[in-house]
C-alpha cells in the first residue's frame, strides 16, 4: 500500500493504509347454539389445524391475553396432540361458569364429553384423558384476566390440568373483586358501595362519573365509598368526594391526600388545619361547600416538590416539577415521578419510577411479583411480572423470576452467580472473563452488532483466546451512539484521539444499559463509520489508541483487522513497521516511541518485526516485517502470558 507519512501524536499508535391475529374481547361466552352445530364448529376448525405444519398454537398463545374462541380452540388443539410444547400460559378476557364450562367440553368431545370434569386444587394429573380445574372457588372458576396455565400430562391417557397461577377479575360476577381495583376502565359495582368498605383498593373508575381521569365536584353521585376515603394515597390518586361532601361539617380525623389540590367544591376541615396538604375550596369565605369560613394556608406555598400538587404561587422561575411552566390550574400538572400517580401512558413503572409504581408505597413483592417490565404480559401491571421461580438453565428476562440462588444472567438465563450460559454444552458453568464493549461512535452503523462479533471472532481466534472463546463476552448496542469530536479532525489534530478515547470511557461510564457490566469490561472498542478514521495526503488512518490503554478506535470498513491490531497495542505490542527502530537495551532488540516516525525509540517493546505478522501494517521504515492476519511468534507469546489469566 501506498502511504504520505504525517507525524501524528506520539502517544497514539495508529493503523494506517489507503484510503393469526387475536381476537381481544371481554364477555361472559354464552352458549347459545345447539349442542350438534357447536361439536361441528370444532370438528371443523380442529381439521383445518394442520399438525404436521410449522405453526403451533400453543407457543404463539403463550403469554398472550386471549378470547373465549381462541381458548377453545386451543383446548382442542392441546387434547389432539397438536402441540409441541406441553403447557402454556395465557390470560383470559372472558369468565366461565362451572356449567357453561362442561357444556362447552362436551360440545367439543373433550373429557369423555365433559363427564370427566373435576374442579379440584389440590388434584394434579388422573392420566385417565380428564379435564382438571385448578381454578378459583365460587361459581366462577374461570375469570376474566385470569393468569392460567394449561398442561397436557400424565399416564396413560394424558390429561389437561387448567391451573390458575394469578387471579383477574370478573366485575359482572356476585364477588367484590379486588383485582379490579388495577384493571383501567373497569369498576365492580359490588366493590363500591354506599357506606361500606370492602377492604378493597379504591377504584377510580368507580368513583371518577364523567371518566376524564380527574376526581372533581361533578363526580359526586351519592355514593360515598369508604375505601375511597382514608390517609393512604392510591395508584391513581382515587379518593371520593361524596365522603368529603358528608363530614364537612366536622372533623373527623380523615385528610385524604388524594385530594391534595383538587377543586370539588367542599372543603375538608382536616384538611384545611393540614400543612403538607392543599384543599382549594379552603379558601376562608364561607359558602355552602365551606360552612366554617375555613382556609387551607398551604395552597399558598409552592413546595418545588413533586407530590401531586402546584401551588397558586408557584411562578416558572420556582421549577416545582409538578408545573414546570408555572401554576396554570390545579388539575394542569406535570407528569412526573413521585406525585403519587403510576402514569403509565407517559412510560413510568416499577423499574424507572419505584416511588409510584406499582402504586406509592407498594412493590411488586407486595403484589406477589416481580419488577421486570421486559416480561409483563400487560402495561397495566405496572411493570410488575409474573414470579416464575425458575430453574437453573431456564430462560429468563429478570432475575427475579429465577429461583432462590440463581440470577438471570446477559443471554437470558438462569444460572448460580458467577456463572454464564455455555451455549456449546446448552448449561450453566462457562464464567464470562473477558467483556469486548464495542459502541458507535457519531453515526450509526448498519448490522453493528453482526459487524462487532466478527470483529471480535478474529480477535479471539488468532490471539491465545482461542483456547477459551466461551470466556469471551462480546457487548454492541445498535441502538445507541457515543458522540465524540469529529474523527476526521485527527489527522490534523491529533489531540482530538485523546479526547475521543476519552469520550468512550463516559459512554461506558454513564449509559445505563451498560450498568450490569460495571467494573467488567476489559476492552472498548469506538467504531467510526465509513472506510477509513480520517485521510491524509493518499493515505488514510483505520485506527488508533494508547499503549496499553483500555478504549481504542477502529473505522467501519475494516474493522476485523484494525480491531485486531489495536487490541493488540492495548495488551502492550508495538508496531512493527514504524513509530520505533532497532535497539540493544531490550530483550526483544526493539524499541518505540509511537506516531509512525522512523529511527525513534524509548520504550522497549515485548515483540519486534517479524515476518507475517498483524502488528505489521505497514513497513514504512524498512524494518523487514510483513502483514498478515496473525500474532507472530514473538506477539503471540507476549500475549499469551498477560491473556493466560482469562482461560483460568
Known sequence: MDIEPAVLMIIMLVAIGLAIGLIYTAGQGSLGSPLEKIKQVFRNASQSINPGSSYDICADYNNKRISQKDFETLLQSMYRGNCRINSTTIQLSFSLKKEDFNKLLDGMEIGDNGSKVFYRYDMDSLGIGAVIVKGNAGTYPLKMYDKVELSFRGSPDKDIVIQLKEEGCDPYDQNCESMCSYMEEICDPLC???????????????????RDGNITGIDQDGICDLDCYNKNYDPQRAYDPDCVAKNKDIFDGICDPDSNGVMDGICDPDCAMNKTICDPD?????????????????????????????????????NDTDCLGGFHGFNNLTECCGNGKCSTDDGEDCKNCNKDCPAQGITCEDLGKVCCPAAAVDIREYGCAEKKNLSEGSSCTCSGQCASGLLCESDGHCCP??????????ACGAKYSFYLLFLQVNGNIPDFEQKAQKAADMWTSISPLSECPERVKVIALSGKVCSAPSQQSYCSNPSVGLQTLQALGACEKNWPELSQY???????????????????????????????????????????????????????????????????GCASGWCTRGGISCGVGIDCCPNKPEDNSIMCSKDLCGTGCSEAMAFAPTS????????NKYCQ
Open 636 to 643: 503471540y507469546s507476549h500475549l499469551k502470558t498477560v491473556l
Open 417 to 426: 452467580k458467577g456463572e454464564n450460559w455455555d451455549s456449546k454444552n446448552n
Open 282 to 318: 379552603c379558601n376562608g369565605l364561607e359558602y355552602d361547600g365551606n360552612p366554617k369560613a375555613l382556609l387551607s394556608a398551604t395552597c399558598y406555598i409552592c413546595d418545588r416538590t413533586c407530590n401531586g400538587f402546584c401551588s397558586m404561587s408557584c411562578k416558572k422561575e420556582d
Open 192 to 210: 363500591y358501595q354506599n357506606g361500606q368498605a370492602e377492604n378493597a383498593p379504591c377504584d377510580i373508575d368507580c368513583v371518577d362519573a364523567d
Open 518 to 584: 460495571r467494573n467488567l469490561i476489559t476492552r472498548v472498542i469506538g467504531v467510526s463509520p465509513g472506510p477509513y478514521i480520517c485521510t491524509f495526503g493518499s493515505g488514510a488512518v483505520f485506527g488508533y489508541t494508547d499503549l496499553g490503554g483500555k478504549y481504542m478506535m477502529s473505522c467501519e470498513g475494516d474493522i476485523q483487522a484494525t480491531a485486531t491490531h489495536e487490541m493488540g497495542h492495548t495488551f502492550g505490542l508495538c508496531d512493527e513497521g514504524y513509530g520505533g527502530k532497532y535497539c540493544s
